[in-house]
């Protein structure tokens, strides 16, 4: 987009009439860079994600139903990694952590590009407020914290592009396979 932009101002300057297209000029550079830059392409939470461990896929989706709003994510485990044989892992109240709901209705900030909600401990139902957005590399930042986002700690999670099975089993090679 940068690099049509200053074909545009290059054209421009190589004409006679060059004051008549200065404002031309420079709204086609304010636009080049306006569309080149992070903000204008900032990623949506929305997709399959590789937990930092690398142990676990969550969804990140809307949530459903209308009490949360049409704009709210939730995240939900989708994979588990297990060894062949090993049963499924349970939450702390003896369910299968397949589909569990790790992340609560989460509503973006304003900008639209950093989304608050809960998240929750599947093994002990410690609930945490949580913070998480698509860095600047395109893995999730996700913050868990208790009062402040200064009294916690960012995990990074990888986009996973790998399938998973209704099973939510897998195994390490398909983790290999579908994280970049």
């Known amino acids: 987009m940068i690099s049509i932009a200053l074909n545009i101002v290059r054209r421009i300057l190589r004409s006679r009439s060059r004051l008549c297209c200065l404002p031309v000029a420079s709204l086609a550079i304010f636009a080049g860079i306006a569309a ?6 900032a990623a949506s939470p929305v997709g399959d994600w590789l937990t930092g461990e690398g142990g676990a896929v969550v969804k990140i989706a809307r949530c459903g139903g209308a009490a949360h709003g049409s704009a709210a994510l939730c995240g939900h485990i ?19 952590q397949c589909g569990f709901e790790l992340i609560r209705p989460s509503a973006a900030r304003p900008g639209g590009k950093i989304w608050r909600g809960r998240i929750i401990n599947p093994h002990n139902g410690a ?10 590399a395109g893995s999730l930042a996700l913050r868990g914290y ?31 396979s579908g994280a970049r």
Do not use: N
């Open 36 to 41: 080149a830059s992070p903000a204008a392409q």
């Open 127 to 136: 609930r945490y407020h949580a913070e998480f957005h698509v860095d600047h």
């Open 146 to 176: 208790v009062g402040l986002p200064i009294f916690g700690e960012t995990r990074h999670w990888l986009p996973f592009h790998g399938t998973v099975p209704a099973s939510c089993r897998l195994d390490r090679s398909a983790i290999a």
């Open 78 to 96: 989708v994979g588990i990694v297990l060894d062949h044989g090993s049963p499924m892992p349970k939450d702390w109240q003896g369910r299968s």
